[in-house]
Nanobody, 122 residues
Framework: QVQLAESGGGLVQAGGSLRLSCAVS????????MGWFRQAPGKEREFVGI???????NYADSVKGRFTISRDNAKSTVYLQMNSLKPEDTAVYYC????????????????WGQGTQVTVSS
């Protein structure tokens, strides 16, 4: 059983930065592709980015150039560094692991964290 636990959310002003963490337990971490999603009230869960086990990354156009995913295999943790935050980035952010299909679809991930709230004030 794999467990994911996000942390690091909070309230930040527009233009500020936050770093989210996702700690993974229960299985070997290094082989998993790790994704980040977000869900705003009344909206569907949307893809933010993914970091593949080989090191390559893909990002949604809406966050490209502002968000960066990294991982620390020794700590079994993946990070989402968010810079130049905008009010439209406000959402609950989720990490997810081990996609088995199209990586931008939330339906293809085996494992999910509980989410962490990010609120960006204008």
């Amino acid at each position: 059983q794999v467990q994911l636990a996000e942390s690091g959310g909070g309230l930040v002003q527009a233009g500020g930065s936050l770093r989210l963490s996702c700690a993974v337990s229960g299985r070997t971490f290094s082989g998993y592709a790790m994704g980040w999603f977000r869900q705003a009230p009344g909206k569907e869960r949307e893809f933010v980015g993914i970091r593949w086990s080989g090191g390559s990354r893909n990002y949604a156009d809406s966050v490209k150039g502002r968000f960066t995913i990294s991982r620390d295999n020794a700590k079994s943790t993946v990070y989402l560094q968010m810079n130049s935050l905008k009010p439209e980035d406000t959402a609950v952010y989720y990490c997810a692991a081990d996609p088995f299909g199209s990586y931008s679809s939330p339906r293809v991930y085996h494992y999910w964290g509980q989410g962490t709230q990010v609120t960006v004030s204008s």
